[in-house]
């Protein structure tokens, strides 16, 4: 269940990235958090690599998870919202985010750590046919791709990198080492492994002293790599690279790891950039044009101490980030950063050896190595072994507050509330905040959301019924707009499981009380989120009741219309039929799991993937080949409304526990114990399965009692249409669904489920 704060949030910083100084911005909030101040995460991925440790990844010396911190759960222990989607920009004038997927977040405060990428573009070819080590996410794709591949390749096997700066060294050696394991188990010869590194620059690792040049380049040429220095590349093609002095290479991949670029979108912010598009900063890690914002790591010049793009600068800027987000939110003065001179670079070749770089010194050897893995695994145990978090015990306080207005209304939102009217929302807060949303238009509404009158009118099509339903529950993300996306779907579950189509949809929501700005957004950002889903199901808002409370809610009352003589009733299974669910289960366990932080962020993202898929055209793929039965899962979870459909249908049925598709990780949270707080209600109904005492022990005998939320359909269909009617489901984006069991006839036993 998500977090309620104990006061108002008072002002919001918006991180912008999930970067090596980001991170240690969540750490450093979370072990001394300011009261009344709201840090929200927008990042693409979930899970944010270390770069120190890609190199070792790529040999094989780490897997996915010791590489890559999981923004998602180090969010949450900080408390932090975490909105997984990409910043295409910045209105300043307005202090918003603009993001792809989602409306723009207001800021007070905003940083951007978003790293940077290698540029492609001045080059032909390379956008198209090179794969770019960043972002790193894309990169992983083509490597496991590549280690696919090597498994079918037949012959010699080309390989390019073109940047042989330590970013590049790093990397074809430890693909050299990977690939070179890779034939070996496959009983194929690694002398058909070709490396090819190819610069601009004379100088192997130029950035680097003399002695470490001479160790490293040693080190490629007796691994065989053949060096192209001094020869850019000026065209990529397909399996060719070209260089200016005319020569030409067939490849069968190249690989990229240029000087970084910028982003292009930032030019469009008004920020002060650097020639190459980077922010320019101050040394308080401001940018030079807005105080407002800050820039950190790659994507940050600090004008004052120009330093080359190295991670150990944005670990270091870290901490004194996070220390001047917290001085500027609370109306103090920013203190400058001054970065070291010199700093320890620890070059791995890929055979578990590295060479140590600082300054003037170089050295090498297995216990270097040996010791940049000590390091490398002491910095990740710092954000992804974290710790229990006692509850706190700070008292309220406005300090965050920066005008008088705003202290006003805190202290008012902080004081008692007198609960009248039903706690209403300020008319003016949801006025503002519902003006910006656009139900869909439908000739069936007479008077709805945007009429001044007291109620919806609506006309009922002659030969229609109408179908009636309400589902309302509490958040359980810190996002709103994927929160108000998912209750809506949520909501319209019952009416798509009875065959109908939804006309139109009554909102109750409650909102934390704050202060009136925040709160607007709230509404806004959940009531957007909703009305995207409900408008694409055809569905109008019509109205609603926003009132204040503890924690954020929101539920629908729906009506649909249907065809008299063509309702999915649960009573309709018939002996032969085969029972179809169409979503994975796992939803509560993974919930129950995420706040104690034992759930993986990736986890999580597929969950809520999954309840965001509406069930609309699963049951319009049930109904063309003729279920008899449907309903959806939800907090009964899969037994109990199996049990629903069993009972007045007079039948029994069959459940294959090997069958049920799960959510990744679902099988993990339950195989620790981690079960949803409504599952020992929902496990009173295990007397409706005659074999229970000998399934009991099943691993997956705790996910039938697992309740759903936005679960998907279970129907009856007729056994001679299942096999088509699966892969019409898969087809149709339900690529979980998935056949379960099989409807028997009524027998002797007094429990209806029998499970196989």
Partial sequence: MMRSPEQPVLRDIVLIGGGHSH????????????????????????HTPYSG?????VAGHYNYDDVHIDLRRLAEFAGARFFRDEALG???????????????????????????????????????????VKPIHDFNNRWQALLERCEHHQGPLSIAVVGAGAGGVELILAMQYRLRQVFKSLNKDPRQLRFHLFDADSTLVPTHNARVRARLESVVRDRGIRLHLGDPVVKVSANQIHTAGGSSLAVNETLWVTRAGAPGWLKTTGLAL????????RDTLQTETDDRIFAAGDIAHVSEHPREKAGVFAVRQGPPLADNLRRVALGQTPRPFH???????????????????????????????????????????????????????????????LNDEDAAQAISALAMRCGGCGAKVGSTVLSRALARIQPVERDDILVGLHSPDDAAVLAVPDGKA???????????IDDPYVFGRIAANHSLGDVFAMGAEPQSATAIATVPAGIESKMEDLVFQMMKGAVDVLNSAGCALVGGHTGEGLELGLGFAVNGLVDPDAILRKDGLRPGNVLILTKPLGTGTLFAAYPRLKARGRWIDGALAQMQVSNQRAAQCLKEFGATACTDVTGFGLLGHLVEMTRPSGVDAELALPSLPLLEGAEETLKDGILSSLQPANVRLRRAIS????????????????????????????????????????????????????ILEAGDELAPIRLV
């Fill in 691 to 742: 074999n229970q005492a000998e399934k009991a022990n099943d691993p997956r005998y705790p996910i039938l009692f697992d309740p759903q939320t936005a679960g998907g359909l279970l129907a009856g269909v007729p056994a001679d249409q299942a096999e088509e009617c699966l892969a019409a489901l898969k087809e149709r984006g339900y690529g979980q669904a998935a056949i379960i069991g099989k």
């Fill in 274 to 281: 650097d020639e190459d598009g980077f922010i320019r900063t």
């Fill in 339 to 401: 970065p070291q001179r010199h700093w320890l670079a620890l070059i791995s070749t890929g055979d578990r050896y590295a060479i140590a770089s600082r300054g003037a010194l170089g050295f090498g050897g297995r216990w270097v190595w040996r010791w940049k893995d000590w390091i490398d695994r002491r910095f990740m145990a710092r954000f992804n072994d974290l710790p229990a978090m006692a509850e706190s015990t700070q008292q309220p306080d406005t300090s965050a507050a």
């Fill in 90 to 132: 910045i209105d300043r004038s307005s202090q918003q985010v603009l993001c792809r997927n989602r409306p723009p977040v207001p800021y007070d405060l905003l940083s951007i750590n978003i790293g940077s990428a290698p540029g492609l573009r001045d080059v032909p070819g390379a956008d198209q046919y090179a794969v770019p």
């Fill in 23 to 46: 991170v240690g911005v969540l750490r450093r909030f979370a072990m001394k958090p300011v009261p009344g101040v709201r840090l929200t995460v927008i990042c693409r991925d979930t």
């Fill in 466 to 476: 109408v179908v009636q339903t309400i589902d309302f529950f509490r958040a359980f």
């Fill in 53 to 57: 440790m890609l190199p070792g990844y």
